[in-house]
């Protein structure tokens, strides 16, 4: 743990956790937005997994001071948090990259030119799966099927959607990433946004990103584009069919 | 052929907004269903003959009608709905695009169908991984509350209902409706002995209907339309319309709606045919937990009854089709890998099984497996089908045996040569470009 300062938080906690360098404790406002989640569920412990994304948005990983925190705040032992989060893969267990890049390379993604994708990027930014950059920009991941099959390849930074990809494409993807220019995603907001700020919104938080972007892209409009082409419709509701 | 209901207004750029979802006579059913004694609502849902569009089939209304009402035992606790929006099924790519570009329809469906079964509070489990989507739902939430369908006596109905939008973290287990359940309750998501069912111990040990996105979206137009409407589509005992999604190595991939019981060969057409000079060589139904199909079945009516006759599932209507340039053995293996991520640990066969049957498999595709490979990998196959604690394990073993029992030949040659004999370039989307 070279590099890390001991950080005692200010939330009543034992002072033993440590916190990395660079990794902003959690504060009091942390434990009111958790507390305001909470009042969300008629039973408290179903507010603990939006809780844990509300500690990765703070932190930017699961940190021992934020399983303390949810914790306390549920009545749970840290075990039993610890537990949960380490089931679930969206929750990371050290600090990692600002931007999660992950390929996917479940079967159709795989076989359609995921696989390709992924051992370019490995090669291109010098590490493996589950593995951050040096500059601690990018983390990269081969991810299971993420629902997009029919826009495959696809590639996913903070669970935004980047359709269509090609190695090359891919590639110049992170580098703009790393070099800090604006990318924007195939269906999603304007802009890229940060793990951090995904990760709000994921404790159900929203940002104000929801009315960017497209409504649909191309292959979601397919079926739709040729009906109207061909002059096919569904069957008229009966208070809509002509006398 | 195609009758876009879901995604009549997907082509509009404000599709997702209130306004978008307006135009095309969006919340329209709401006050009609307001009116309505919530049995009728049922009856009329189990009239229209709508089944479960999340994979399994089963009869939404039927489901609804097995809450129990009244002020005594279980009837007089809490009822929930929570809809199964953890799409994660490998293929199915529909309930995300539809989320996406008019999550109204499924707030409307979701408010009608809480009135129903007497659920003041309903839950969309929304899978981790699609944040924008995320956004959407929880911006036309925001919406729906504003202009009064959500919220205490909506429209003077004496009805009251909160939806709240929770995501989930990252686990295909939770999918499965007891898992799902456990995980809302904040625990590990891991299925849940049966009986009891959810809809008498659910959520919280409550009445509880789990639905399918696509199931929920569809009860407006069916309030709309009626149930002879929605009958009149589709097939006699798989009603209705749905969304086929169409991947692979097919010139138009995307989103089709249509009438249940449409054939492959029919959405191939519309969708292009296969890509310029290859031809089908196998594809999924359902995900990969339907067993695999040929280009034999390209004429099977892609209903319940159909599908299964052929020996497959219907599933989730997630069409993958694979061209002649990709080895089965390699997807066999992918997909296996998936489901040994994906295993919850709870039961052994599905955990073991799963973990074992990715080595078999890896060393048919390096070359180094042995013919007593294969038949120790369909046993294991049979230890695990039927034996595990949910539909995973027996979903992980449809690609093998199918996968066996439809290319044989294919997997010997992997084990009497030197491994795989494809070339992995030549089945991508950018074959032959420079990439």
């Known amino acids: 743990m070279s590099g890390s300062d001991k950080i005692t938080t200010d939330l009543g906690m034992p002072g033993t956790a440590t916190v990395p360098a660079g990794v902003p404790p959690l504060t009091e406002q942390t434990r009111r937005e958790a507390r305001e989640i909470i009042t969300r569920y008629p039973q408290p412990r179903s507010a603990l997994l939006p809780m844990l994304h509300l500690v990765q948005s703070v932190q930017g990983y699961v940190s021992p001071d934020g399983i303390s925190l949810c914790a306390e705040e549920l009545g749970l032992t840290k075990a039993e948090v610890g537990a949960v989060a380490t089931f679930y893969t969206q929750y990371r267990r050290r600090p990692a990259g600002e931007y999660h890049v992950g390929v996917c390379t479940n079967t159709l993604c795989a076989v359609l030119g995921g696989d390709e994708i992924f051992r370019q990027l490995k090669d291109h930014l010098g590490v493996g799966h589950n593995e951050t950059t040096e500059d601690g920009t990018i983390s990269l991941e081969h991810l299971?099927?993420?629902?997009?099959?029919?826009?495959?390849?696809?590639?996913?930074?903070?669970?935004?959607?980047?359709?269509?990809?090609?190695?090359?494409?891919?590639?110049?993807?992170?580098?703009?990433?790393?070099?800090?220019?604006?990318?924007?995603?195939?269906?999603?907001?304007?802009?890229q946004c940060t793990f951090k700020e995904m990760s709000r919104v994921l404790a159900g938080f929203p940002d104000d990103l929801a009315t960017q972007g497209v409504q649909a892209g191309p292959a979601t409009l397919a079926g739709l584009q040729l009906a109207q082409q061909r002059g096919e419709t569904a069957p008229a509701y009966p208070d809509e069919e002509k006398s | 052929m195609l009758t876009p209901v879901l995604s009549r207004n997907w082509g509009d750029a404000?599709?997702?907004?209130?306004?978008?979802?307006?135009?095309?006579?969006?919340?329209?059913?709401?006050?009609?269903?307001?009116?309505m004694e919530p049995d009728a609502l049922i009856q009329l849902v189990k009239d229209s003959g709508l089944r479960g569009r999340g994979g399994a089939g089963f009869p939404t209304g039927m489901k609804w009608g097995f809450i129990p009402q009244g002020p005594d035992g279980q009837g007089a606790k809490p009822h929930y709905l929570v809809v199964n929006a953890d799409e994660s099924e490998p293929g199915t790519c529909k309930d995300t695009p539809f989320m996406m570009a008019n999550p109204h329809a499924l707030i409307e469906g979701v408010i009608i169908a809480s009135y129903a079964i007497r659920a003041k509070k309903a839950f969309i489990y929304i899978r981790g991984e699609i944040v924008h989507v995320t956004r959407r739902l929880q911006h036309a939430v925001a919406e729906a509350y504003q202009a009064g369908h959500l919220g205490t006596d909506i429209h003077g109905s004496g009805f009251d209902l909160d939806i709240v939008v929770h995501a989930g973290a990252g686990a295909y287990i939770c999918g499965e409706e007891t898992a799902l359940l456990d995980s809302l309750e904040g625990y590990r998501g891991q299925p849940r002995l049966r009986p009891p069912f959810p809809a008498t111990?659910?959520?919280?040990?409550?009445?509880?209907?789990?639905?399918?996105?696509?199931?929920?979206?569809?009860?407006?137009?069916i309030v709309l339309g009626g149930a002879q409407w929605f009958g009149a589509q589709g097939t006699e005992k798989s009603k209705g319309y749905t969304l086929y999604s169409l991947s692979g190595h097919v010139k138009r991939p995307g989103q089709y709606e249509g009438p249940l019981g449409l054939t492959l060969r029919q959405l191939l057409e519309l969708g292009g045919g296969m890509r310029e000079g290859h031809e089908?060589?196998?594809?999924?139904?359902?995900?990969s937990s339907t067993p695999l199909l040929t280009a034999e079945h390209l004429d099977v009516p892609l209903d319940y009854e159909g599908v299964a006759a052929a020996g497959s599932m219907l599933g989730t209507k997630a069409l993958q089709c694979f061209d002649e340039t990709t080895c089965v053995v390699r997807c066999v293996l992918r997909w296996t890998e998936f489901y040994a991520h994906e295993s919850c640990g709870k039961?052994?066969?599905?955990?073991?099984?799963?973990?074992w049957m990715v080595q078999i498999l890896q060393r048919m595709e390096n070359g180094n497996a042995t013919e007593e490979d294969l038949v120790t990998l369909l046993d294991t196959c049979d230890n695990i089908f039927g034996r595990s604690f949910c539909a995973?394990?027996?979903?992980?073993?449809?690609p093998i045996v199918s996968g066996v029992q439809l290319f044989r030949q294919e997997f010997m040659d992997h084990i009497n040569g030197t491994g795989c004999p494809f070339d992995p370039v030549a089945s991508t989307v950018f074959a032959g470009a420079h990439a």
């Not at chain 1, 669970?159 to 703009?176: C, G, H, I, M």
């Not at chain 2, 089908?280 to 995900?287: A, H, N, Q, S, V």
């Open chain 1, 144 to 191: 299971e099927c993420n629902a997009a099959c029919d826009y495959a390849p696809v590639v996913m930074v903070n669970w935004e959607f980047y359709d269509d990809q090609t190695p090359a494409s891919a590639r110049d993807l992170v580098d703009k990433l790393r070099s800090g220019q604006p990318v924007a995603p195939t269906r999603g907001p304007d802009r």
């Open chain 2, 14 to 35: 404000d599709s997702f907004t209130l306004a978008g979802y307006a135009r095309h006579r969006g919340y329209e059913a709401l006050p009609k269903a307001l009116a």
């Open chain 2, 201 to 221: 111990h659910g959520l919280y040990a409550s009445p509880t209907v789990v639905n399918n996105v696509e199931s929920i979206a569809s009860v407006p137009s």
């Open chain 2, 280 to 287: 089908l060589k196998f594809w999924t139904p359902g995900g």
């Open chain 2, 347 to 355: 039961c052994t066969p599905c955990r073991e099984g799963t973990y």
């Open chain 2, 392 to 398: 995973l394990g027996d979903g992980a073993t449809s």
